[in-house]
Each structure stands twice: as C-alpha cells, then as structure tokens.
C-alpha cells in the first residue's frame, strides 16, 4: 500500500489550551476538547485519549468535538470566543503557534486569547509516498522530484501546520519544487495518497503506521 521512505526530526506537539477562568467545584458538567482536524488525525486520536483519561479524573464526561478546516483556526477561533469558564479547551498543534505568520488575518490571539494547560504529546512525522513512484530510496526520490519541477504534489493539514512545514523544510534543504494540496485531517490526504492523487505526505505517525 503506502511505502515509509524516510523518517525526519521534525515533531508535531500537541498541547491543551483553555480561555481563561473557571468557577469554583469545577467541572460542574461535561467538558469539551475541540481539535481542529477530521476525525481519525493525529491530533483527534490523541484527544480521544486525553478525553478518556480526563473524564475518569475529573468525574465528568470529556467529549471531543471535531471543528476541521483552515488548518486548525476554525477551531481556535470558536475557542476564543467561548465563555471563559474552563469547559471548552482547544488541542492544538505547532500549527497555533506558526498561524500568525502562515495567515494574512486571523480572529483571535493566540497569545491573548488562551491559557495553555500542559503539552500532552510530542508526534514525530514520517515521509510516506505513493507505491506508483518509482523511487525506492529517500535520495532516488530527490532526484526524481528535482528533475520534475512543479509536477509533483504533496499533502499537508493546511498552511503553517507541522507537516507543512516538514514538507517546505524538505523542500528548501533539497532544492525541489512542488506543489502544495492542504486537507482538513490527515486520514483525508492518506486517502488521496492512497489513490494516487498525492505523491507524498510528511503523515502523523498514529495515522501512517498502520498503512506502512
């Protein structure tokens, strides 16, 4: 199916944010953790754990709630904005922090608008590529690629998001251009790369494993 053809030291960390406030005899009724990718990402399965883990702590359901699009800013967005009361936190990736630059304008602050809470996970990124391609090797697949400038593709979860960037570090180490196709959750850009519609993917490791 989909072949690893590389594993880089760029990592994908997840981290809990709340709007600030929250009353006392907290939590008084269920909390929700809003990820801003499809269901089945990286970042959803970590929340998915994370909310588990927090309901049996906190005695209160944790439910997560999936808000994909605009590289996770939908979501951030709708966090900031929620009452300041501590029952609506974000999981966020690096991609909160690289969003101011990767973005003309967005609705919120990151820095204003939230408190963090803890990093709960650190996610390392593999290169997977479409078994059509005929390169075997990290280094065939360079110069592949830089023989066919502009003709190839690679996935990613939206401007400014870990594998974005692993993907334009690659690209700006190696001298290759490509064309770059943004998805609202990774298991979206496996399905493309799957298929033959993408030819590469820096994926998440949960969701990339199972397919290598």
Known sequence: ?????????????????AVPGSAQGYPAKPVRIIVGFSAGSTTDLIGRVLAAKMADGLGQPVVVDNRPGAGANIAAELV???????????????????????????????????TPV?????TPHILVSHPSLPPKTV??????TRARPGELNFASTGHGNSDHLAAELFSYMTQLKM???????????????????????????LVALPLV
């Open 139 to 144: 280094k065939e697949l360079i110069a592949f």
């Open 179 to 205: 064309v770059h196709i943004t998805y609202k959750g990774g298991p979206l850009a496996l399905n493309d790369l799957i298929t033959g519609q993408i030819a590469m993917y820096f994926a998440g490791l």
């Open 118 to 122: 803890t990093q709960v996970s650190a």
């Open 1 to 17: 199916m989909v072949k690893n053809t590389a594993c880089i030291i760029l990592f994908g960390i997840s981290v809990l944010y």
């Open 80 to 114: 900031s904005k929620a009452p300041p009361d501590g029952y609506t936190v974000l999981l966020a990736n690096a991609g909160l922090a690289t969003g101011a630059t990767a973005y003309v304008k967005l609705n919120f602050n990151a820095l204003r608008d939230f």
